[in-house]
């Protein structure tokens, strides 16, 4: 047990530092505090709605995936320590571990559960921007018609600029230059 | 091995006698303030703070690996799994949910049952046996020892155990992305 | 020889404050080291950037971090209106306690004699070794989500949320291909896994002029995807989309202001120095390098090589720019967890130094990677359809 003690030291000295270091800030820093240095900080704009209630389920997917590759790499372990006196014997076990560890990560990645793009298209959208030409690096700006082209069908936009089949649709965002 | 080395293991166990009564205390309290305590974030912290503890009894019982496992596992995963669960259902950022219910009295009595059952259990199993708690110094260690027993002695559980832990990746990814 | 010779002979108050001596150098130098990694970031990014970076504080600006941290002392320690107060003042703690602790097992070479008591240049060295550093970083993983879930402000609880999942995602990858490591060393010691890289590597019988050194003794692969781990976790450019600032406003520190905001950005910095510090263990054969004039110069190697590593970080931050999350997310699950898993096995079937198994295993290795490439096939179009399907939905809606 003797040989934990210098964790033991260096985590009271770590923690004490902390806890010392805040304290003497508390008490050496000015203290005069109003309404709008305790709001919540968003860039100035003084929030006038709840934060989004919920979180994508992705999050939790991740997390729970994690728990399971997490016992998985605690299991290679023991077996990477012992891996020199296992030998051959060793290395078909954690073959057919790691089929195992294979098939489950194959399944995962064709149903799509690690996939986290934006919301793609089956079609892919035109080319709204040219590429860089070989003369300069700067991008040129495409024209206002040709940016709406690729987002989606409404009513008076331009006639030549077809309107892609599977976009989706997101009515409430009329881009500023059309309506209004 | 002279008298003072003998003083020193008495020392030594007497140093993780202290060591198991301030972890054992700190569990208890923690676990009380778990199920008192009416925030989210707070319960799962405090259930933090007694895993941390149950570690914490299996390096005092020179289980270094397992203690090691229980950190990764359960406070490196399973409490941030947790997390991202309340994330994910509660509102995040609101507080003073009212987590009560009338049905804590039953909840305690089922408690106690459960804890006298344990108690009962381990003192017919255990009683009057002497655990020796004594690292291996002998050149390996602990994580090599185990390492023994589950690729050498035990191995067709452990293909088993990767074959359910295959099994339960499937569930949840199926029973998370039909929502 | 696994453990610190130290405590062979049990405990008693002269070992008691050697130990207590080595505790308070660790905790100095780690912090001294901090400072100066601030101030070497700043004035290197400078010297990329075409300017000239900080120089006012000190000769070359070298007590600019010095300076800035004493400001910080000096400032408000504004409590946001809806923060949850204990968690808020505890998160920082939970952040700047695992940076520090890292460094105790990471050795810097060699033994010295205090008073008749030999010790290692480590400060400790437990038989779960590398496994501390793992368990380690996953606790770090609660100061991040605590600061963002207690600020009660969406744009840090966004970038909480954002590293925590970023930081568990990596931390998969580098406990793989840490493992390679320890299929070779056979230990968890760090000594040990220090140790065993010395001397000239042996490749079938033939001495190669290289270093034994883990680098190249488990092929490169599990040294690349340790250290784009390592940055991951760190946080580091160009996996910074914590505290992207176009897009969370800072994340999951925006709402700390004075030594809280300090001690995160200590945590941060330590972070790279004793990360590096693993690293040089892990694979660069830690204090490992030729003698000098006869003498064994251990700590000098060591200093050299984590030296490389800080100026490495610090280039990658001035060279790339950001990924882009789902980038992020599918280069830790997609690429580097079969990558690490595929290099654990054929560093292991190399071990057994047998033709057949190291064919084998390479042949597995490629029909794996034509299973791996036909999944990502397939997940691509069924997420595509899925969108379409959503798309749809939305449209009818």
Redesign the interface.
């Known amino acids: 047990m003797a040989q934990y003690l210098p964790i033991v030291v260096l985590m009271v000295l770590a923690t004490g530092f902390a806890f010392v270091s805040l304290l003497a800030s508390r008490i050496l820093g000015p203290k005069n505090p109003n309404s709008a240095k305790s709001a919540p900080y968003e860039c100035g704009i003084v929030p006038n709605r709840q934060p989004a209630q919920r979180f994508p389920v992705r999050f939790y997917l991740v997390a729970m995936i994690f728990v399971i590759f997490d016992i998985e790499i605690i299991f290679i372990y023991p077996w990477a320590v012992m891996y020199h006196q296992l030998g051959t014997f060793g290395l078909a076990e954690m073959v057919a571990f790691s089929i195992a560890v294979l098939v489950a990560f194959l399944y995962l990645i064709s149903g799509g559960a690690l996939d986290w793009g934006p919301v793609k298209r089956l079609s892919p959208a035109e080319i709204i921007t040219r590429p860089y030409t070989g003369s300069a690096t700067i991008r040129r700006v495409p024209r206002p018609e040709a940016l709406l082209a690729g987002i989606e069908p409404m009513e008076g936009s331009a006639p030549d600029a077809p309107a892609a089949p599977s976009a989706p649709a997101e009515p409430d965002r009329v881009p500023a230059t059309t309506g209004h | 091995m002279g008298g003072s080395h003998l003083a020193l293991v008495h020392g030594l166990n007497v140093a993780q006698q202290i060591a198991f009564f301030a972890l054992a205390g700190a569990m208890v309290l923690s676990a009380l303030r778990m199920v008192t305590t009416k925030n989210l974030v707070h319960a799962a912290l405090y259930l933090t703070v007694v895993l941390a503890g149950a570690a914490g009894l299996y390096i005092l019982l020179a289980a270094e690996f397992i203690a090691v496992t229980q950190v990764l596992v359960y406070i490196g995963a399973i409490v941030v799994l947790m997390l991202f669960g309340l994330f994910l259902t509660r509102a995040p950022l609101g507080t003073g949910q009212d987590l009560d219910n009338n049905q804590r009295w039953l909840a305690a009595i089922i408690a106690l049952f459960l804890f006298g059952v344990l108690g009962v259990t381990l003192q017919k199993g255990f009683k009057g046996t002497h655990v020796n708690a004594i690292p291996i110094t002998d050149g390996g260690s602990n994580t090599a020892a185990i390492g023994v027993s589950i690729f050498h002695d035990f191995v067709v559980p452990f293909e088993v155990a990767s074959i359910l832990l295959l099994a339960a990746l499937v569930g949840a990814v199926v029973i998370a992305r039909r929502d | 020889m ?3 010779p130290l ?1 062979n002979n ?2 008693n108050l002269a ?2 404050l050697i ?2 001596i ?3 150098i ?2 100095v130098v780690v ?1 001294v080291s901090v400072l100066f990694m601030v101030m070497f970031e700043r004035k290197v990014i400078g010297h990329m950037q075409n300017r000239i970076g900080p120089n006012r504080a000190g000769p070359f600006g070298s007590l600019q971090s010095l300076a800035d941290g004493t400001k ?11 923060a ?1 107060k204990r ?1 808020y ?1 505890l998160a ?2 939970l952040a ?2 695992p940076a ?2 890292v460094f ?1 097992i990471v050795p810097i070479g060699g033994t010295i004699t205090i008073a008749h008591h030999v010790t290692r240049l480590q ?6 070794g590398i ?2 550093m ?2 380690l970083s ?2 770090a ?2 100061g991040v ?2 600061a963002g ?1 207690s ?5 840090p ?1 966004l970038g909480a ?1 954002r590293a ?2 970023q930081m ?2 990596y ?2 990858a580098m ?2 291909s840490i ?2 490591v ?2 070779l060393s ?4 760090t000594s040990a896994i220090a140790s065993g890289q010395h001397g000239l590597l042996h490749f079938r019988n033939h001495t190669v002029p290289l270093p034994a050194w883990n680098l190249f003794r488990t092929w490169v692969v599990p040294f690349i995807i340790f250290m784009i781990a390592v940055t991951a976790e760190m946080h580091r450019p160009p996996f910074d989309l914590v505290e992207a600032e176009e897009e969370i ?2 994340g999951f520190n ?2 700390y202001s ?3 905001f ?2 995160f950005y200590l945590a941060e910095f330590m972070n790279v120095v004793t990360m590096s510090g693993v690293t040089v263990t892990l694979f660069l054969g830690g204090p490992d390098g030729p003698r000098i004039l006869g003498h064994s110069v251990g700590p000098f190697w060591f200093v050299l090589k984590l030296f490389a590593f800080l100026y490495t970080y610090v280039w990658l931050r001035a060279t790339l720019p950001r990924f882009r ?2 980038q992020l ?2 280069l830790g ?2 690429r580097l ?2 990558a690490s ?1 595929g290099m ?2 054929f560093v ?2 190399v ?2 130094g ?1 033709r057949g ?1 190291v064919i084998g ?1 390479m042949v ?1 290795l490629v029909v ?1 990677a034509i ?2 490439m ?3 096939s ?3 179009r ?3 359809v ?3 399907s ?2 749809r939905a ?2 009818r809606a």
Do not use: N, Q
Request: glycine fraction near 8%; hydrophobic fraction near 60%.
């Open positions: 696994p453990g610190d405590f049990g405990l070992v008691a130990v207590i080595k505790a308070i660790v905790f912090l910080l002392f000096f400032k408000e320690a504004l409590l946001p209106a809806k949850d968690i003042r920082p703690i700047v306690v520090f602790l105790s400060l400790v060295d437990p038989p779960w496994l501390f793992l368990m996953s606790i993983v609660y989500m605590l879930w600020s009660g402000s969406k744009y609880l949320v925590s999942a568990i995602s931390e998969a406990g793989l493992a390679a320890v299929v056979g230990s968890l010691h406003a800072g925006a709402e004075s030594l809280g300090a001690l999350y789902d997310m599918d699950w997609k967890i079969p898993l654990l096995l292991a079937a071990r057994t047998s198994w295993v597995g794996g299973a791996l036909r999944a990502l397939v997940g691509a069924t997420t595509e899925e969108a379409a959503i798309a939305g449209r």
